[in-house]
Nanobody
Framework: AVHLVESGGGSVQVGGSLRLSCAAS????????MAWFRQAPGKEHEGVAT???????TYVDSVKGRFTISRDSSRNTLYLQMNNLSLDDSAMYYC???????????????????????YGQGTQVTVSS
C-alpha cells in the first residue's frame, strides 16, 4: 500500500525558505508521477510542481525560479525546496502520487488534483510580513 507523509512546514517571514519532505512508502519512482499541491483557504487545490517517472519536472509559473522539486530514491522521499517565499505561498501543502498509467493519456505535468490516487495529510506553510 502507498503511504505518504509530509513534513517540514512551518511559519516563515517573506523572503525566507522552507524545505518540505514527503516520506513515500510503497512507491517505486520509476512507476509513479509525484507532485506537490497546495490549497489556500477558500481556494481549489493548485498544482505546484511535478516529477515524472522519467525525471521530467514541471512547475506552476508562480514558483518557477524559487521552488525546486526533487526525489531521493534511496530514502523514498520527495522534497520541495521553497526559497524567497511570498505571502501568496501560504497554504496547506500536499504530496500526491499517481501510477504512471493512472489518468492516461495525461502527462504528469497535465494532471490536476483528482488525477492522482494517493495523497498525504498535508503540512501547513504560513508566510508572514
Amino acid at each position: 500500500a502507498v503511504h505518504l507523509v509530509e513534513s517540514g512546514g512551518g511559519s516563515v517571514q517573506v523572503g525566507g525558505s522552507l524545505r518540505l519532505s514527503c516520506a513515500a512508502s510503497g512507491v517505486t519512482y520509476n512507476d509513479y508521477c509525484m507532485a506537490w499541491f497546495r490549497q489556500a483557504p477558500g481556494k481549489e487545490h493548485e498544482g505546484v510542481a511535478t516529477i515524472d517517472s522519467d525525471g521530467s519536472i514541471t512547475y506552476v509559473d508562480s514558483v518557477k525560479g524559487r521552488f525546486t522539486i526533487s526525489r531521493d530514491s534511496s530514502r523514498n522521499t520527495l522534497y520541495l525546496q521553497m526559497n524567497n517565499l511570498s505571502l501568496d505561498d501560504s497554504a496547506m501543502y500536499y504530496c500526491a502520487a499517481g501510477g504512471s498509467d493512472y489518468a492516461y493519456p495525461l502527462s504528469c505535468g497535465e494532471r490536476i488534483w483528482d488525477d492522482y490516487n494517493h495523497y498525504g495529510q498535508g503540512t501547513q506553510v504560513t508566510v508572514s510580513s
